[in-house]
């Protein structure tokens, strides 16, 4: 069993900046293909980030260029950080391991295996 819980969320003006983190425990980290995925009021939940166990990366092109995916193995914790923040942003992120993917990495909510609960961010223009 794999948990995870994301933090770093909060309020934030349009330009600013925020790192999200997501911290897992149970299972071997960094064997698991990782991403963040979100999710706006009223709206499906999207695909944002995602890196490999190796550390090779694919970003939604809504966020590319804004937005960092990044993770430390050794303190088993996957980062979102965020720059550039606009109104559009606004969502719950989650976090997400796939644990049993044979490829780098992917897109699809549906091949991963555990989520977090989400932290909301908001951006104030």
């Known amino acids: 069993q794999v948990q995870l819980v994301e933090s770093g969320g909060g309020l934030v003006q349009v330009g600013g900046s925020l790192r999200l983190s997501c911290a897992a425990a149970?299972?071997?980290?960094?064997?698991?293909?990782m991403g963040w995925f979100r999710q706006a009021p009223g709206k499906d939940r999207v695909f944002v980030a995602t890196i490999s166990w190796s550390g090779s990366t694919y970003y939604a092109g809504s966020v590319k260029g804004r937005f960092t995916i990044s993770r430390d193995n050794a303190k088993n914790t996957l980062y979102l950080q965020m720059n550039s923040l606009r109104p559009e942003d606004t969502a719950i992120y989650y976090c997400a391991a796939d644990i049993a993917g044979s490829y780098d990495y992917t897109t699809n909510e549906y091949e991963y295996d555990y989520w977090g609960q989400g932290t909301q961010v908001t951006v104030s223009s």
């Open positions: 149970g299972g071997t980290f960094r064997n698991y293909i």
